[in-house]
């Protein structure tokens, strides 16, 4: 039936004429053997530079304090340092220090460089503090004092550090305390009013302005909004009580040039007095704001805080683009392989498969755009979101354009592997099938796919790591710079394959080349540079361990 | 006209800007939140005013949790097709709408998008910290970055030595950072500083805002342009002066809003608002958010400039909401 060709013989062996240098092959071991360690090395170099700057970034560094010739003072951590020409008539080299000296509301710059010559003195104050805040970037200063409720209960560094640290734990829960209300209660609240709102404006399009459904439906919209009107007071007093607790602990400081400022506990993150820190008390910072990294949500236009909305988009994405591609390249495959018959047009098929992996991938993400965001998004917002309309829906980039325009992209990948694998299954086990009585479908389902599978899943595998990495056609599809609302979440129905999404790739792009404290965001970059290679790495780990498994699977079930 | 009008309605507010760091005018409400605002606001526009939106995005969903925001910043030139295609809620814009962009507006909506100024911000000209160069004229600048030099300079400027500088900076070539065609920023320098000339081809078009100035902080013969928010410590905005024979002017706040400096712009926020009709709430009040007092701080974070309260409560009435202040 299968016009397979029987397995090739084994070719016979060249003999082996003269012996010279190429014909044994040393030079081509040599040759091939340096390829290969120039690739590791290049492959080496790339990961650990990304390595080492991504785990340092986070680590805390002491904080100087400068005093330069001109007499001014400046305190912060320094960033990183250089030789430089001056411009002077004698040209000589000199150093000079970048330090991040924070404290933006006052200064107005987040970093100075300053002149190794110009610098009189440089000490170590022993009370000079880290203070990294909801807003407005770093703060560098010490501390004087502390205000409870309008009293000082503090007046000497110690003490007020004392204070901060008995404190800031309470102050910081009920600040989470106000977000949760204010994302989950009021949130709730909102939605029900919203739901109401639609669902006038639903028979408002339907029965027009005049009709009686309209009227009860009013009738409904404003008891609604009556009630929420009443819930909401009730939690925005709570909320107001929590803030007012909240603004009672103030802690005073003093910057570097002497100005003072009187800093509420509610705005600081994290504190502490870096020049006394051991090594231990280092480490506890370091991982404090590696779990902030890793688990909070960004700030400061994300120059500050965590990525976990990126992380979680990126993986969603992947697994949903997963998730599309498998089926279809597998049965693109399968009926290439198994069903159709050689000839002219399956192999024009194949030559395009193979020429649509070459194509760049900024072109799918302006087909995904332009098909899926603008034509099939409009048409489904018109059919069934017609209510909340001049706003889109799906009309425009979201996670679920995203995974499909990403499916489109690593097709050929599922495809070529499938087919692949699909030759590798002796045509003996089919040809013994059929003997059996087996059909041509039977045949395909017991005994090709399961002996194809581990090869199915490596094109999975090379799928994923290709979609998981891409950025480009992501920019057009529904890639943003914010949007914390996670594509999955508590609130029916649950998944919101219309929300755009942050994605790791992205956000490195943009904490690259968009962001307006550059300097601060470069080594963040190297950072989330690393997190996007750990989380490639796991994701194709997990690939691996499922087609072991089913490799293993596949043994026992052969004896 | 355009600048006309800006220069005259900032010398008014030109008393906010005694001290050296600016504060927003105390004339601004602080914003209160008011309930049943929920939604998805779109923002699609200019990448100068990405970060900015992204800070009024985050304070406004303190106030209201469930809204939903998106931002989006690839260039001004993106935000009126999204905009027409009903793709954003709002077009951030950091030059004016070109009139055919206008137009094509109109076709689809048969009114004009209604433009609002929510902040100002000065385009520096950026050289590496280490250049001792001390000003520059408008004619120079359109001499070192354009090929037609519509300013008139003699002389097409390739060399720092041209522009004065002596010892090992005379013989440094000059090389030229800018942003991609899509960028309002690249219009708004065409327009204003080339005098509608066209850009050298040797001008390396940069991505972003942010990537400008990090080239030019990394070349020690680059000059480039970019928003004055977007300044770190590596570079040097220099005084510019509008031709020969003027004084220049430093890219300080006080001389954005006296109109001395030859570069300060707008930054708009483009909507589209029926004229006549009344807003939707979330639009409401996400304007309402913008020029308050806590929107106009967020100006101020991003390095930009707030407006004055006479400019946020004519922008409020030109979208039907009654300012109250």
Known sequence: MSSRP????????????????????????????????????????????????GIATLWPAPVPQFQTSAGSVYMGEVTRAESFRSNDEKVRVLQR?????GNYEISGEHFVWISDHDIKAETRPEWALVIERTAWGRFYGFPEGFTLGGDTVASTPEAAWEMFNKHHRAVSERREKIRELETHEIGRVNRRLETARLNLRTVELRDGKDSPAWQAEHAKFLETEKAVTAKFATLQEEIVRLRAENSRYVLNLKTAQGKAVAMPLSDIVRAYPANQLSFIGKAGIYFSRWHEFLLGEPREANSEGGVFPAIFGTVIMTLLMSLAVVPFGVMAALYLREYAKPGLIVSAVRISINNLA??????????????????????????FYASSLPNPTFGKGGILWASLTLALLTLPVVIVATEEALSAVPNSMREGSYACGGSKWQTIKRIV????????????????????????????????????????????????AERSFMHLGFHIYDLGFQSQNSEAAKPMVFTTTLLLIVLIFLLNLLAVRLRSRLRRKFVSAAF | ??????????????????????????????????QGVSGTIKGIGSDTMNNMMALWAEGFKKMYPNVQVEIEGKGSSTAPPALIEGTATFGPMSRAMKQLEIDGFVAKYGYKPTELPTSIDMLAVYVHKDNPVKAMSLTQVDAVFSKNRKLGNAEDITGWGQLGLKGEWANLPISLYGRNA???????????????????????EQPGSSAVVQGVATDRGAIGYSGIGYKTADVRAIPLSRDAFSYPVEPTPENAYSGE????????LYVNYKPGSELDPLRREF???????????????????????????????????????
């Open chain 2, 1 to 34: 006209m355009k600048k006309a009008v800006l220069s005259a309605t900032l010398i008014a507010a030109a008393v906010l800007t005694a001290q050296a760091q600016v504060q927003v005018d105390a004339g601004l409400p602080d914003y209160k939140a008011v």
């Open chain 2, 261 to 268: 400096y030859p570069l300060a712009r707008y930054l708009y």
């Open chain 2, 182 to 204: 899509a960028s309002g920023t690249y219009g708004y320098f065409k327009e204003n500083a080339l005098g509608k000339g066209d850009y050298k081809d040797s001008v390396k």
């Open chain 1, 358 to 383: 070459g194509v760049p991938s900024i072109v799918f993400g302006v087909f995904g755009l332009g098909f899926f965001c603008y034509f099939i998004g409009a048409s489904i917002d018109e059919l």
């Open chain 1, 449 to 496: 796919l399961p002996r194809a599978m581990p090869g199915i899943m490596t094109g999975m595998i090379l799928a994923m790591a290709r979609g998981a990495g891409e950025v480009a056609p992501l920019m057009l599809v529904g890639a943003v710079k914010l949007a914390p609302e996670l594509p999955v979440d508590s609130i029916a129905p649950f998944v919101h």
């Open chain 2, 287 to 325: 304007i309402k958010y913008i020029f308050s007092k806590q929107g106009q701080t967020d100006v101020l974070k991003d390095g930009f400039f707030p407006v004055p309260a006479s400019i946020a409560r004519k922008t409020l009435e030109s979208v039907g909401i009654k300012a109250g202040f």
């Open chain 1, 97 to 101: 220090k970048l330090v991040r000296t």
């Open chain 1, 6 to 53: 029987l397995e090739k013989s084994v070719r016979p062996r060249r003999q082996r004429s003269r012996v010279s240098l190429f014909a044994q092959g040393e030079p081509m071991i040599w040759l091939t053997g340096g390829g290969l360690a120039v690739a590791l090395c290049m492959i080496i170099g790339l990961l650990l530079l990304i390595f080492c700057n």
